[in-house]
């Protein structure tokens, strides 16, 4: 899990963080801290999905689950374990 959190952090750190002084932390708000928009929130879905070769439905890609890095990890641990 902890890798999970890791590669995740990074992930949004790259593609969405504008100010590298900026700080993110895993509970850090993601989407209602205006870090990350809807546009955003599907792409981080699809890297979720082919990194790890899981398929996130719609109905739980939810902006609760996407906004902060420890609600996407326990979504993701779901359903790797599914596999």
Known sequence: MEEYRKVILEYVIEEYLEDEDEELE???????????????????????????????PDDRATEETFDTVNSIVELVTEFVNKK
């Open 26 to 56: 895993y509970d850090s708000p993601l989407i209602s801290g205006g870090i990350v928009d809807s546009f955003s929130m599907v792409s981080l879905k699809r890297f979720l999905e082919t990194k790890y070769k899981i398929n996130l």
